[in-house]
C-alpha cells in the first residue's frame, strides 16, 4: 500500500477512542515552522506531508480563509443564498458549510454571508 493510501488510515486511527500506538511514531510542535501544526504521525506519512507543504500553497497564500465557523450573532439575517443578500457584491462572501464538503471536495450549495468589514477589518461605513 502507497504512502497516499496510507492517509485515510491515520485519520480513521486518529479518530479512533483507542489510538493505535504502533501508528504514532512522533509529536512535533511546529517543528522549524513555530506555526505548523501538532502532527501525529509515523515517519512515512509524515513525508508525505510534508512534500505536499512543499509542493503547494497554503490555503490562506491562495485567498481561503478557514475557520471553525461564522459568528454572526444572528445567522437568519447574515446568512443566505448568495444572490439573494440584499447588499452591495463587495459586502457578500460565499460561505462553505460541512454539507457542502463530500469525498475531499467542495460542493458549494450556494450560500453567503454578509461581510460588514473592510479588508483592514474596519467596519464599512453606512449610507
Not at 491515520?10 to 477512542?17: C, I, N, P, S
Not at 501508528?23 to 513525508?47: I, M, Q, S
Not at 497554503?58 to 446568512?79: M, N, P, Q, W, Y
Not at 458549510?97 to 479588508?119: K, S, T
Request: aromatic share 6%; net charge negative; hydrophobic share 40%.
Amino acid at each position: 500500500m502507497s504512502l497516499v493510501e496510507q492517509l485515510p488510515y491515520l485519520v480513521t486511527a486518529l479518530g479512533a477512542e483507542l489510538l493505535d500506538e504502533t501508528l504514532v511514531a512522533e509529536v512535533r510542535l511546529g517543528g522549524a515552522r513555530r506555526d505548523a501544526p501538532w502532527l501525529l504521525d509515523g515517519g512515512e506519512h509524515l513525508d508525505v506531508i510534508r512534500r505536499l507543504e512543499q509542493r503547494y500553497p497554503t490555503l490562506e497564500e491562495v485567498g481561503c480563509k478557514v475557520s471553525h465557523g461564522v459568528a454572526t450573532g444572528c445567522d437568519r439575517v447574515f446568512i443566505d443564498d448568495y444572490p439573494s443578500l440584499p447588499v452591495e457584491p463587495s459586502c457578500k462572501l460565499p460561505l462553505v458549510m460541512a454539507r457542502d464538503l463530500a469525498d475531499g471536495e467542495i460542493r458549494w450549495h450556494g450560500q453567503g454571508v454578509i461581510n460588514p468589514f473592510r479588508p483592514d477589518g474596519r467596519l464599512i461605513e453606512s449610507g
